[in-house]
C-alpha cells in the first residue's frame, strides 16, 4: 500500500506515535544537562595560596590569645597594633603565640578588634580600632568610628600585645602610638626583624655575645627600627 493509499485511522496512529516520541525527547531533553554545563558550573576549591582571615574582639582587662600555631623556619610574623605597646620575646621550639590584653576603658567604649590573616606561610595579626579597618599582609587602614557627638571614640581604647616567636621567623611589629620591647637571646641573622612605631621607643634588648651582630644588623638593615616621635635603644640582657 502506498503512502497515498494509507487508510484516515493509520494516518492518526502514525500522527500519535509521532507525537509520543517528539513529547518523550523533549522531556529526557530537559533533563538532561550538557557536561559543559556542569563542569563551568562546578565550584573549585581556592589555591592555599590565597590569604585567609579570621576575627575576635577581647573584653577589656583579659589577656587572650588571638593566634597560636606552629610556624615554619624563614617565614614572617607580622604584628600590628593601632595604639599600645608590642613586647616581644622568644618562644622555645615552633611555636608563636600573640596575646592581647586591651587596657580598661570608660563604659561603652570600643573595643580592639583582631583579625588573623594568613598568605601562605607567613600569619599577619593586626589589632584594630574597628571591625572596618582592613587588614592585609602589607599593613592595615584604619577608620576612625566616631560617636553620636562626632569625637573620636578611639582614643580611651588600646591594648598592650605580647608576642612569642621563634627566631627562625622573621618578625615584622608595628604600633601607631606606644613602646616596642623586644627581648631576643638567639636572634637568627638570615632573618631579622622589623619594628616601628609612629609615636613611643625602641627598646632592643639582646646578650652581649650577640651585641657586635646586632650592631651590624642595625647598620645594614637587617634589624629596621625607627620611629616617628622617640629613641631607639639597644640593651643587654643579663
Known amino acids: 500500500m502506498s503512502k497515498s493509499q494509507l487508510s484516515p485511522a493509520t494516518t492518526r496512529r502514525t500522527l500519535q506515535v509521532k507525537r509520543r516520541v517528539a513529547v518523550a525527547a523533549a522531556v529526557v531533553g530537559i533533563g538532561v544537562v550538557p557536561v559543559a554545563v556542569v563542569q563551568l558550573a562546578r565550584v573549585q576549591p581556592a589555591p592555599k595560596s590565597l590569604a585567609t582571615s579570621s576575627s575576635v ?3 577589656a582587662g583579659a589577656a587572650a590569645t588571638v593566634w597560636s600555631d606552629s610556624m615554619r623556619a624563614e617565614s614572617i ?3 600590628r ?3 599600645g605597646s608590642v613586647i616581644i620575646s622568644e618562644s622555645r621550639g615552633v611555636r608563636g603565640d ?3 590584653t586591651p587596657s580598661p576603658s570608660r563604659p561603652g567604649s570600643p573595643q580592639p578588634v583582631t583579625r588573623v590573616m594568613r598568605d601562605g606561610i607567613n600569619v599577619s595579626v593586626c ?5 572596618r579597618d582592613k587588614c592585609a ?3 592595615y587602614t584604619q577608620v576612625e568610628p566616631r560617636d553620636e557627638r562626632g569625637n573620636d571614640a578611639t582614643r580611651t581604647a588600646s591594648a598592650t600585645v605580647r608576642v612569642e616567636v621563634p627566631s627562625s621567623v622573621r618578625i615584622v611589629a608595628g604600633t601607631g602610638n606606644g613602646d ?4 631576643i637571646r638567639s636572634v637568627d641573622v638570615r632573618e631579622g626583624m622589623e619594628l616601628r612605631t609612629g609615636n613611643g621607643d625602641i627598646r632592643l634588648s639582646v646578650p652581649s655575645s650577640l651585641l657586635a651582630d646586632t650592631r651590624a644588623m642595625l647598620a645594614d638593615g637587617r634589624i629596621i627600627a625607627k620611629t616617628g616621635h622617640g629613641s631607639v635603644m639597644l640593651d643587654l640582657l643579663p
Open 57 to 59: 574582639q577581647v573584653a
Open 98 to 100: 600573640v596575646i592581647v
Open 81 to 83: 597594633n593601632y595604639n
Open 77 to 79: 610574623l607580622r604584628v
Open 137 to 139: 599582609p602589607e599593613g
Open 180 to 183: 616596642i620591647v623586644a627581648r
Open 127 to 131: 589589632i584594630m580600632a574597628s571591625a
